[in-house]
């Protein structure tokens, strides 16, 4: 092999390694990491006659009760994408006392993708796409009783 033969195949060679790893890093330049802030809001049952949740007196934290005893602090939450796969996990803080529910915030860092299952704890699992998060402000309200 000349050696223009040789430095031929290599600019080549180095052409190929570049155009390949921008093309790669170009599919994944505008993935980027969201926080996923939210509420899961235990409210009162609808007849007003019970209630889902309870507080002592002079505590600002809460808990479920009468069939939401499963709600309290430290509620799982996981996160999957369109394949299944779970792309991101957290827990909820503890329960706050507001007079119409019992709070419990989250913060979650996400993976960008098109499509996002959220389950809290085993309370079934909503929808979502990018685009709502998006709209949504990466903020999730979920209620619950």
């Known amino acids: 092999m000349t050696n223009n033969a040789f430095f031929l195949s290599l600019s080549i060679m180095i052409i190929n390694?570049?155009?390949?790893?921008?093309?790669?890093?170009?599919k994944n330049k505008h993935r980027e990491d969201?926080?996923?802030y939210g509420v899961f809001k235990l409210r009162d049952s609808r007849d007003g006659h019970h209630k889902n949740y309870d507080s002592?007196?002079?505590?600002?934290e809460c808990h479920g009760v009468n069939g939401y005893d499963d709600i309290n602090g430290n509620i799982p939450i996981t996160i999957r994408n369109?394949?299944?796969?779970?792309?991101?996990?957290?827990?909820?803080?503890?329960?706050?006392?507001h007079s119409t529910s019992c709070d419990f915030p989250y913060k979650i860092r996400l993976?960008?993708?098109?499509f996002y299952?959220?389950?809290v704890g085993r309370r079934g699992k909503l929808n979502y796409s990018y685009q709502d998060f998006i709209n949504?402000?990466?903020?999730?309200?979920?209620?619950?009783?």
Do not use: C, P, Q
């Open 17 to 26: 390694f570049f155009v390949v790893t921008d093309v790669s890093m170009a």
């Open 34 to 36: 969201h926080f996923l």
């Open 56 to 60: 002592r007196i002079g505590n600002k």
């Open 82 to 97: 369109a394949k299944g796969e779970i792309i991101a996990t957290g827990n909820t803080s503890v329960g706050e006392y």
């Open 111 to 114: 993976h960008e993708t098109d």
């Open 117 to 119: 299952t959220v389950e």
């Open 136 to 145: 949504m402000d990466w903020i999730l309200i979920i209620s619950l009783g």
